[in-house]
């Protein structure tokens, strides 16, 4: 998947909309996605155990189980892409349950094809940086934060962001966990952070500051 331009990935289109849904095909395709369409939930389920798309783009109101029920049996079913919610009927108590059942957006149809496009890119984009910021804590600092940290303090950070306790991520690294603690003391001081949740919040802000 490449998301530089925001114009490629693996993408399921699920809408019983048939006229609906084939345009929004050609127009994903035509910016070079893969595209497979369904017309129900069930069929998109039974898809996902062959094949993991990048991103789900999902019509909420669906023949049988609704497009909120199947976002809610996505995770589940060990999907961690974004899904975007589409609907003719996105008023705010719906777009509200859609966000807090998993949506990484909800897109109001009828909608402009290209603004369309455009949104799904993005949202590819923003998915594939945070998934990199989780397995590089220490990137996520930016150069003057990281710069901060010495070598071992950057391998105790990955350890200690990944929910590592002071024994395992001593393991990990083969020191003690005295040390471990040691180092998360000074990792702390440095990054200005009270305890080690304050530590992830620290982490978690410089990312939402350097995704805007």
Partial sequence: MSTDAGQSGDLFIVDDDAPVRDAMAVAFERCGYRVSMFGDGPSVLQALVQ????????????????????LRQLASRKFHGPVVIISAHADIPMAVEAIKSGAADVIEKPCDM???????????SAHVKRRAERSDPV????PDGA???????????????????NKEAGRSLGISPRTIEVHRARIME???AKNAADLVR??????????R
């Fill in 139 to 142: 990137a996520a600092l930016g």
């Fill in 51 to 70: 094949r993991q798309p990048d991103l789900i783009l999902l019509e909420s109101h669906l023949p049988g189980p609704s497009g909120l029920d199947v």
């Fill in 114 to 124: 290209s603004r369309l496009v455009a949104q799904v890119g993005a949202t590819l």
């Fill in 147 to 165: 710069s901060l940290l010495t070598p071992r303090e950057r391998d105790v950070l990955h350890e200690l962001v990944r929910g590592a306790s």
């Fill in 202 to 211: 620290v982490i978690y802000d410089e990312r939402r500051l350097g995704m």
């Fill in 190 to 192: 440095k990054l200005g």
